[in-house]
């Protein structure tokens, strides 16, 4: 049996990323020509037909999508075998590459750094902030290695390990808090999210999964209850409810980095249980899994309330 090139395995997930020949060939460094010989090799070798032609179209077949999977799958463990093999065997020392969520990403990245730096000395970090959607897309292809992403989500195809609790907590100025609750001042107990007024809770943009998250554990059911302005980023939620229009949930990782320094804001602590969970994610099959591990007991201390001792 003649195995397949893992050349041209990788020639074929960048095709199927790309969806065009010109733009894979161009990410692959070899020419059009090249590129559809390999693909015609593959389909020879694998004895299956990988790609449906029209002239200057394709689409790929389901045997095809299966084999861009697989090679997936392949390609992952030969990056594997050859960071392991170019670190004498080190499983604590190489690259690795993390992408970390916007509403995590600046609050977290500086102690991040810090505490690998000290802890895993040999490692080598290539960090990046994305949304959660293109993220998971990029660990799937293989450009990324590990997430930090804000939990319950769905991530088919990978692990999970919660590393903390976020709390959530109202945000808002003081004088648009008052009469919501008893003992403002003493800041201590929930506000009663169901009190609050229709249109004056801002969140973020719809493709944040922290909205979701705010929206499920502050009990933010009745949508009556959320502005139609929606903001891109957390520090924009800050200064929506800087405006005194209304009121915003920020992570208690935002407010412990100073967020709401010299806004004139107050917070609140919202529902008993309302938080949002933190954790790394990794591909099912690395063979990396005691390195992720001992990331998360690394990163776990830094979260407001960790939960891996």
């Known amino acids: 049996m003649k195995w397949p090139n893992l050349k041209h395995l990788h020639y074929l997930v960048t095709l199927h990323r790309e969806q065009h020949f010109n733009r894979a060939a161009q990410h692959c460094h070899v020419s059009q020509s090249t590129l559809s010989t390999a693909i015609q090799n593959l389909e020879e070798q694998l004895n299956g037909q990988l790609l ?7 689409i790929f077949t389901a045997f095809g999508l299966e ?3 697989r090679s997936k799958h392949l390609l992952d463990q030969a990056n594997e075998l050859m960071d ?3 670190n004498a065997g080190d499983w604590q020392a190489g690259m690795v590459k993390i992408g970390v969520i916007p509403t995590i990403a600046p609050f977290l990245f500086e102690s991040m750094i810090s505490s ?3 802890e895993l000395p040999k490692l080598t970090l290539q960090l990046q902030e994305d949304t959660t959607e293109n993220l998971l897309k990029q660990l799937n292809e293989g450009t990324l290695d590990l997430l ?3 939990l319950p989500m769905s991530t088919p195809g990978c692990k999970q390990m919660v590393v903390g609790h976020d709390p959530f907590h109202l945000v808002a100025d003081r004088n648009v808090l008052e009469g919501l609750r008893e003992g403002l001042s003493e800041g201590k107990h929930p506000v009663d999210i169901t009190t609050l007024p229709k249109n004056s809770v801002f969140l973020l943009q719809s493709e944040h999964c922290m909205t979701d ?4 554990a502050c009990g933010l059911k009745h949508q009556e209850q959320v502005s139609s302005l929606a903001a891109s980023s957390l520090h924009t939620l800050v200064k929506l409810a800087a405006s005194k229009m209304g009121m915003t949930f ?3 990782l935002a407010l412990n980095d100073n967020i709401l320094r010299d806004s004139g804001l107050i917070s609140l602590p919202a529902e008993e249980k309302a938080y949002r969970e933190i954790g790394l994610v990794w591909r099912s099959g690395t063979t990396r899994m005691k390195l992720f591990r001992r990331i998360a007991e690394v990163i776990s201390p830094l979260m407001p309330i960790p939960v891996l001792k």
Not at 52 to 58: A, G, L, M, N
């Open 52 to 58: 449906e032609r029209d002239h200057k179209t394709f």
């Open 67 to 69: 084999v861009v999977e």
């Open 84 to 86: 392991f093999a170019q």
């Open 116 to 118: 690998l730096s000290q």
């Open 148 to 150: 930090v992403l804000a």
């Open 213 to 216: 998250h705010a929206v499920s």
């Open 250 to 252: 920020l992570p208690e």
